[in-house]
């Protein structure tokens, strides 16, 4: 099969692969319709590479179709469509049981002390094979793959895999009061689909700050209230205070993380760069126990939330020693929760949204539509925020 993989940083290739096959009695392979690239990925292009070995399958947004089924899967057949949780868990464990899919018990990475594996996503998760490839195996084939109607694109259902979630997580976690306000940072796929989610679940106000025009756009098209960054500059927690009653939003979602160089912190980009540049057996060590990563975003979450506030996080950081303002936080009476979204646990929730109307925008969420082959090329252009590129889905 044909698969896209990691080769170094800010290589990745398609190659021909060998097909997965059926390991475990409750497996099945699916064949990929469609595949995402998302934000996560871009660390793997670009920081995480002593996590990785060159051959890697990268990719953890499938859907498809299923071609071959376990002995012991009874839940889908052969020809059902199904959208894969980038979260590999089992659905039944003590955390699955909680709907912690996230830390499912089964798959944890204990060598590195993680949660649960995740599909085309380095050592730390698992190292499972991922799913921007023409061919998946996925685990747990009773409780793991969503099952979806015939019919509506897969435009309609693959941000089941991810996204959805995600951004519903972040929503949720946020605690926004009915009528309540947000400040959202970061309009890329997760931002742009949590301010929708926002709106969507009664939110009053939603601002959202980026500095890319097209993804301003695109959130103001919505109903966002949008800040350009590249204007507001330093001056944006008092943009956010002036549109609040000069109180702050009752919540931030960061949905920037470790890619804060979009806001900008020439400190941890630096650090990163430097990590990058060692071995793998020196870079490891380095980055888990003395990492620092680029904190811009979650400082000014910090700054723009109002007292008694909350901050979601939903972008991914990596630091170990990352350093913050506790007598700030402390003072302001910040309440903060973050983690991956526990994907299987949100899909009771998103998946009446998706069946009949279209209240999210699903339909026209992808701003590309590509082959897998074009794969490298949209890396790049992701990378680079250019061709007004937001979300990009791969057509093995």
């Known amino acids: 099969?044909?698969?896209?993989?990691?080769?170094?940083?800010?290589?990745?290739?398609?190659?021909?692969?060998?097909?997965?096959?059926?390991?475990?009695?409750?497996?099945?392979?699916?064949?990929?319709?469609?595949?995402?690239?998302?934000?996560?990925?871009?660390?793997?292009y670009e920081v995480l590479g002593p996590y990785l070995d060159p051959g890697d399958i990268l990719g953890h947004e499938p859907m498809g179709v299923v071609e071959v089924t376990g002995p012991e899967v009874t839940a889908v057949s052969r020809g059902d469509r199904v959208v894969v949780p980038f979260n590999v868990s089992c659905g039944t464990c003590f955390m699955c049981g909680r709907g912690l899919h996230s830390q499912c018990e089964t798959t944890q990475v204990r060598e590195y002390g993680t949660g649960a594996s995740l599909f085309g996503y380095t050592k730390l998760y698992g190292q499972v094979p991922g799913g921007q490839a023409e061919l998946l195996r996925v685990p747990f084939g009773n409780t793991l793959p969503v099952k979806v109607p015939e019919g509506p694109s897969d435009d309609r259902f693959v941000y089941l895999s991810d996204v959805l979630p995600t951004a519903w997580q972040a929503v949720e976690y946020a605690a926004i009061p009915p009528g309540g306000s947000v400040t959202v940072l970061g309009l890329g796929p997760i931002g742009d689909m949590a301010a929708r989610i926002a709106l969507h679940r009664g939110a009053g106000l939603v601002i959202g700050v980026d500095l890319v025009p097209e993804r301003l756009a695109r959130a103001a098209a919505r109903g966002v209230q949008t800040l350009d960054l590249g204007r507001y500059g330093k001056d944006l927690p008092d943009a956010v205070r002036d549109l609040t009653g000069g109180r702050g939003t009752d919540a931030v979602i960061d949905a920037v993380g470790m890619e804060a160089h979009a806001i900008g912190a020439p400190i941890g980009k630096a650090g990163q760069w430097a990590v990058g540049l060692l071995p793998d057996a020196a870079a490891r060590p380095l980055m888990e126990r003395a990492g620092i990563d680029r904190l811009t975003a979650l400082l000014t979450a910090i700054d723009v939330v109002r007292r008694g506030g909350t901050i979601s996080i939903s972008g991914v950081y990596g630091g170990a020693v990352d350093?913050?303002?506790?007598?700030?936080?402390?003072?302001?009476?910040?309440?903060?929760?973050?983690?991956?979204?526990?994907?299987?646990?949100?899909?009771?929730?998103?998946?009446?949204?998706?069946?009949?109307?279209?209240?999210?925008?699903?339909?026209?969420?992808?701003?590309?539509?590509?082959?897998?082959?074009?794969?490298?090329?949209?890396?790049?252009?992701?990378q680079a925020k250019a061709d007004g590129m937001v979300k990009t889905l791969l057509r093995p």
């Open 323 to 382: 350093p913050l303002p506790l007598l700030t936080m402390f003072d302001k009476q910040i309440q903060l929760r973050m983690g991956q979204a526990n994907v299987r646990r949100w899909v009771p929730e998103i998946l009446p949204l998706l069946v009949d109307e279209d209240p999210l925008g699903v339909d026209g969420f992808a701003t590309h539509h590509l082959p897998l082959e074009d794969g490298p090329k949209a890396y790049a252009t992701f």
């Open 1 to 44: 099969m044909r698969a896209l993989t990691w080769q170094g940083k800010r290589d990745v290739r398609v190659e021909t692969v060998p097909d997965p096959v059926i390991q475990d009695p409750t497996d099945i392979i699916i064949r990929v319709t469609s595949t995402g690239i998302c934000g996560s990925d871009l660390h793997l």
